[in-house]
């Protein structure tokens, strides 16, 4: 049977298909009408977040069974229509939790401690430290809206920090926010009591433009926001603009509602209070060795029906 690898995996994924007699084809950066002209000989597809698999490219896709995604978020993949081909969306959804929360802890880190921008400083032979003084995170409350892997590991390794984390999920039971120590209480709570609000929420209809200028309207004076999500989850020129009223004080974003994020689409230039990283939440070699192996077994289970 015939896989076609349309991203940039992990070559241990690929290798195990190989091993297991799996005919392998490595296609990246293809366009969609490429993808659209070569789909109808495979199989088996298997993509990361820089493949879109539409409704053309399922429809031009003869015998294909199972579309794998390495990695969690399967929102570029037209899952409605694929369900009705009767093909399999297989996903990695456990591999790259940790590597996701340990950016954003990076990333929170980062923007409270101004450490690019100091960097980039001392780079280019200045010494100013008046300029990057930061806050502390003790104390402060983390408000983390999708409480689920990422988010529940995000509330203990804040904690540790001896933050206060309280949460918004409508999907999780109380007695889980109790295990977690996460108060859990409702968006608008959330929005005005929290210095740092953090999302980790999947991209569904209900999620999509879920933090936008009515919502940032809501938070504290001064709030930091992290997005390590998904782009669409957060309206960036609703966030670009109250960073320059200082409604928000600081904001650390790893993906965009349109992927690359290039010079004349992004509203955050010349904004030395913004972090800004090309969607790294799962760029660990860890992380990639652990979706590609994982994704390759779910292809390979749907294969083998
Ligand atoms: P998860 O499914 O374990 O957790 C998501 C949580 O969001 C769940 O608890 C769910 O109940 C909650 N939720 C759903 N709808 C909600 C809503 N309307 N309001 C509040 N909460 C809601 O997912 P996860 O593995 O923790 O991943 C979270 C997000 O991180 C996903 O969007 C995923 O695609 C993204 N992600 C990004 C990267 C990256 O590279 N930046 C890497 C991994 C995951």
Redesign the pocket.
Known sequence: MKILVSDDVAVEGVNLLRHNGYDVDIKVNLDEKALISCIGAYDGLITRSMTHVTEAVIEAAGKLKVIGRA???VDSIDIKTATQRGIIVVNA?TA??VA?TEHTCAMIMAITRHIPQAHNSLMAGEWQRERFTGIQLKDKTIGI???????SRIAKRMQAMEMRTIG?????PAERGQQLGVELVDLDTLLASADYITL?????K??RG?IGAAEIAKMKRGVRVIN???GAVLDIQALAAALQSGQVAGAAI??FPEEPLTQDINPFLHMDQVVLTP?L??STVEAQIGVSVDVAKGVMAALQG
């Not at 809206?145 to 988010?151: N, Q």
């Not at 918004?168 to 999780?172: F, G, L, R």
């Not at 980790?200 to 569904?204: E, I, N, V, Y």
């Open positions: 990695g969690v978020g959804p790259n939790t996701a809206i999708g409480v689920g892997r990422i988010g918004y999920d409508p999907y999780i980790h929420t999947p991209l569904t209900e999620t879920m390590v999500s998904r790893d993906v969607h939440g799962a």
